[in-house]
């Protein structure tokens, strides 16, 4: 049991605070939330919540955990040279890396230098589209974390040297389902890349086993003019249209991106009821635009926010990209009124906790116990007036102290107590090196 004494503020969610509070965790759940019976908290390890605000752990809806280690690249690219330029390289060094050893590393590391910089930034949950790798769930088993793994499946447009028969791809997907879905905090979804980086047959396999094995499905969807221009020049129809017109809706999908998208667009969203998640710096960084936000909501569509790849981003900072979307929003419609604070925190705690179908996302009785203190001290969140807004406006990761994940200490006093965080740290940076080393000038930046 863990019994957090004296909180200054506990935010359960976005309608409500509570002053001076206490929080108990039994197991993975929370048991008692304001105030604590002692009897019933005899022989907790005590948390003082002095000086500490507690709130959800956020949910990262969505992310690519191996661009980790593609910070700092690609500048002034638009999305296909960026993707063809900057992910694809490195793709090729992954697979280089899976074809001569049984036991590759990179993965590991990617997923564990992610991981641990989106626990600092107060994130519990996330889904990570990446490559196929056993190593990526050690990682998150060895950090603590709750992840889930799209699998980032593709059979066109990608290069040549990087595809791999249909029958193997299926394969490999299948293994890693049967290994790591709904093992401990992990869990396993299906997630083609694009519409037009699959082919019609490879989308009705993936919704079909996605049914069969009930698995979520995450695809990204008209994220740039250029795409909908090609899908339109190719299929007659929107990429919306095009996945209505093929059946891959007849299981709700979560649409990643939506920035750019036509009335009937929306109609197929309700009518299918999918959800859109918002990722507001990458689309900024790529100039693919501004996904409309106010707008899905006032359709009753839900969305959820989340950080996209490091190399787009190029941070996995959910203060930072909740700020930045909910900005973006007031801007570019000229209204204060478009987004609220409450709306874009509720997209960064709760909507991303259903989408995930975990029981988190709030804080209160029965629920999962995955959960943040943030320090209040700090001279840019002082004095506080809405507890809220504080940490909205004012917050930043630095200011994540202590983090709970299914009722375990992943991090406390801003230390890790799961994982040597340095140890990682360097040895992912030599790996890095290593492996750069052997494409030459590909994968340098521009200075
Ligand atoms: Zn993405």
């Not at 667009?265 to 936000?293: C, T």
């Not at 179908?357 to 943040?372: C, F, M, S």
Request: charged share 25%; hydrophobic share 40%; aromatic share 8%.
């Amino acid at each position: 049991m863990i019994w957090i004494q004296d909180l200054d503020y506990l935010i359960q969610d976005a309608e409500r605070v509570l002053c001076g509070a206490d929080l108990l965790i039994e197991g993975d759940r929370i048991v008692a939330v304001g105030s604590v019976d002692p009897v019933k908290a005899e022989g907790a390890t005590v948390i003082s919540g002095k000086g500490k605000i507690a709130m959800p752990g956020f949910v990262n809806a969505h992310t690519h955990l191996y661009q980790n280690m593609l910070k700092g690249m690609g500048d002034m690219l638009r999305l296909k040279p960026w993707c063809e330029q900057v992910t694809f390289p490195f793709a090729s060094i992954i697979h280089k890396e899976e074809r001569e050893t049984d036991e590759p590393q990179l993965g590991y590391h990617w997923a564990a230098l992610g991981a641990m910089e989106m626990v600092r930034s107060g994130i519990t949950s996330f889904v990570d589209m990446d490559i196929v790798q056993d190593g990526v769930l050690k990682a998150w088993q060895d950090v603590g974390v709750r992840g889930n793994l799209a699998l980032q499946l593709v059979n066109r447009w990608v290069p040549k040297e990087l595809m791999v028969p249909d029958e193997a791809r299926k394969e490999k997907a299948l293994g890693i389902i049967d290994r790591w879905h709904k093992n401990g905090k992990l869990t396993v979804s299906m997630a083609p890349s694009t519409p037009f980086a699959c082919t019609p047959e490879f989308l009705i396999w993936i919704r079909d086993t996605a049914q069969e094995l009930d698995l979520e499905i995450y695809i990204h969807i008209s994220e740039t003019k250029w795409e909908v221009e090609q899908a339109k020049e190719e299929t007659g129809f929107t990429p919306f249209g095009y996945l209505e017109d093929i059946g891959f809706f007849e299981k709700p999908v979560h649409a990643v991106h939506c920035v750019c998208v036509e009335p009937e667009d929306v109609d197929i969203m309700k009518k299918r009821k999918l959800d859109v998640i918002y990722n507001p710096k990458s689309n900024a960084k790529l100039g693919s635009g501004i996904a409309p936000i106010g707008m899905y909501l006032r359709n009753g569509i839900p969305v959820a926010v989340s950080t996209d790849g490091a190399a787009s981003n190029d941070s996995l900072d959910m203060f930072e990209e909740m700020r930045f979307g909910q900005l973006l929003q007031k801007a570019s419609s000229r209204d204060p009124l478009e987004v609220s604070v409450k709306d874009m925190f509720n997209m960064a705690t709760r909507e991303g906790a259903r989408m995930m179908n975990i029981d988190a996302g709030v804080l209160e009785e029965g629920k999962l116990a995955d959960l943040v203190l943030l320090d209040d001290r700090g001279v840019h969140m002082q004095p506080i007036n809405g507890v809220l807004q504080t940490v909205f406006y004012c917050a930043k990761s630095s200011d994540v102290d202590t983090v709970i994940i299914g009722g375990d200490v992943v991090m406390q006093d801003k230390q890790f107590v799961t994982v040597d965080e340095t140890g990682i740290i360097d040895s992912a940076a030599g790996l890095y090196k290593e492996a750069k080393a052997q494409v030459g000038d590909k994968l340098d930046a521009d200075f």
